[in-house]
């Protein structure tokens, strides 16, 4: 997190006003989008994982419970319930690390805009 906290700080000292600053921001930003595309990456996987052992639980408590498959249903939802709570932590840090990414994105795109602007100002003043 450190990579990511220091490109911040980075991006939050150039001036969005100079043309080169603002060209500087973009590059620092794509630097950042490249730092969230590695933890969502990583997001996904740790989602996945904890899927696969849910399921993996789920099954096997369904195979452990003897009874009627309604009393072995309802015992492994029981057994897995603490899988599940570690599956939604995993799937919102997901989602959490792709909404980064994609405001990223939108910064992005706002901050080329702006430079684009800058410079039509800047070409035009000397006119």
Known sequence: MSK??????????????????LAKKIRVY???????GRYHAAAINDYGQAYSARKMAFAQAVIDTPGTGVVKEAQAEIACNPLRMKEAEAEADKERWRNAKESTAEI????????????????????
């Open 4 to 21: 990511l906290t220091e490109l911040y700080k980075q991006a939050e000292t150039l001036n969005d006003e100079i043309p080169g600053e």
């Open 108 to 127: 992005i795109n706002a901050l080329k805009k702006q430079l684009e602007t800058l410079q039509m100002e800047y070409n035009n003043a000397g006119k």
């Open 30 to 36: 794509a630097e950042i989008m490249q730092v969230l």
